[in-house]
């Protein structure tokens, strides 16, 4: 199974700042078709996930353009500009590329 | 879009339950369609997949346990949860196709003697 590897598992941010949160994979996530197969998504406190990111960089429908998302194969980022009270919650990286799909352990993002 | 999960409760280990995922707002019959579980505070663990042409994929921690079906006519997916054991405690997303776009608000199942 790929393992998914996210840091930091909690960030404390300013509102206003900015927030970068790190994930790799264990495995390539490059298909042949040339899509990264890495997805960001946020669970707000009591609510299920929601899509932020699809595809490495590609913005979810209704999703703040403050998220952004970047990497390689291996080594993924997701960058929050701005951060605002909104934003609080537990960020999860995912990979599907192949089943079984994973995810990683989660960031928790709070407010200073 | 809209996803509405219903069926979970309290059942003694060794036990069955089957868990239902209403869809509305979208051609249900032309996605495939994902179930996905998260322990009490703990992360998300993918548990199985149904296509649109009814081709399923399980988690190993469920292979021969759990089964995953769908009914189009109906828009509704289903999860059969059998031989239950105490680590299948979890709430139970049901999520669409192969971006996890939509996610239910999730049901939860408790296993408990």
């Known amino acids: 199974d790929i393992v998914m590897t996210q840091a930091p598992l909690s960030v404390s941010v300013t509102p206003g700042e900015s927030a970068s949160i790190s994930c790799r994979s264990s495995?390539?996530?490059?298909?042949?078709?040339?899509?990264?197969?890495v997805y960001w998504y946020l669970q707000k406190p009591g609510k299920s996930p929601q899509l932020l990111i699809y595809?490495?960089?590609n913005l979810a429908s209704g999703v703040p353009d403050r998220f952004s998302g970047s990497g390689s194969e291996t080594d993924f980022t997701l960058k929050i500009s701005r951060v605002e009270a909104e934003d609080v919650g537990i960020y999860y990286c995912g990979q599907l590329l192949e089943n079984p799909y994973t995810f990683g352990a989660g960031t928790k993002l709070e407010l200073k | 879009v809209q996803l509405v999960e219903s069926g979970g409760g309290l059942v003694q280990p060794g036990k069955s339950l089957k868990l239902s995922c209403s869809a509305s707002?979208?051609?249900?019959?032309?996605?495939?369609m994902h179930w996905i579980r998260q322990a009490p505070g703990k992360g998300l663990d993918w548990v199985a997949y149904i296509s649109s042409s009814s081709g399923t994929v399980y988690a190993d921690a469920v292979k021969g346990r759990f089964t995953i079906s769908r009914d189009n006519a109906k828009n509704t997916l289903y999860l059969q949860l059998n031989s239950l054991k105490s680590e299948d405690t979890a709430i139970y997303y049901c999520a669409r196709g192969g971006l996890l776009d939509y996610w239910g608000q999730g049901v939860m199942v408790t296993v408990s003697s």
């Open positions: 495995k390539s996530l490059l298909h042949s078709n040339g899509i990264t197969y």
């Open positions: 595809r490495m960089s």
């Open positions: 707002g979208f051609t249900f019959s032309s996605y495939g």
